[in-house]
C-alpha cells in the first residue's frame, strides 16, 4: 500500500431494522456529529452538531438555533422536510442515520432534544430562547459500531 492510500474496505451493507448492540452503544457515547443539509441550490451543507439518537421512536435529534442556515436549508425544504445525514466517526467506528428532518419548535419537543442532549453530552447547553428541535425520522442506518 503506498504512503497515504487507505486500505480496501469491504463495501458494508445496511444495518437491519434493529441495529446491534456496538451501533447504539456507539451512538450513546460522546462525539461530535456531522449534519449534511440540502442547500435551496442543491449543494450539501455540513456542519458539526451534537446529535442523540432514540432507536426506539425511529428519532435522531439536534437541538439548533432557529436562524442556523441549517434550520433554514429544512424550512426551505418545504412542510414535508428535508432530507437530511447525521454521521459521527471515531477511528474505524463509523456511524450514518439518514432520514427526513422536521424543524419542531414546540416547547415540549425543544425540552426533550435538551434532556437528551445533557444525557449524551454530560452538560446542559446553554439558554438560546430561540432554540429549535430538528427531529429526524430516522428511515436508514449505516455503519459499524
Not at 113 to 120: I, L
Request: overall charge neutral.
Amino acid at each position: 500500500m503506498e504512503p497515504g492510500s487507505l486500505p480496501d474496505l469491504p463495501d458494508l451493507p445496511d444495518l437491519p431494522d434493529r441495529p446491534d448492540p456496538a451501533y447504539l452503544a456507539f451512538w450513546r457515547e460522546r462525539h461530535v456529529c456531522t449534519l449534511t443539509t440540502p442547500r435551496p441550490e442543491g449543494g450539501p451543507h455540513v456542519v458539526p452538531v451534537g446529535v442523540t439518537y432514540d432507536p426506539e421512536s425511529g428519532l435522531a435529534r439536534v437541538i439548533a438555533d432557529g436562524g442556523s442556515k441549517k434550520v433554514r436549508n429544512i424550512l426551505a425544504a418545504g412542510p414535508d422536510g428535508a432530507l437530511v445525514a447525521v454521521c459521527q466517526v471515531d477511528g474505524r467506528r463509523w456511524a450514518t442515520l439518514e432520514g427526513r428532518a422536521r424543524v419542531r419548535t414546540e416547547p415540549d419537543r425543544i425540552a426533550e432534544a435538551e434532556r437528551r442532549y445533557a444525557e449524551r453530552y454530560g452538560r446542559q447547553p446553554r439558554v438560546n430562547p430561540t432554540r429549535v428541535a430538528v427531529e429526524i425520522e430516522v428511515t436508514r442506518t449505516l455503519g459499524r459500531g
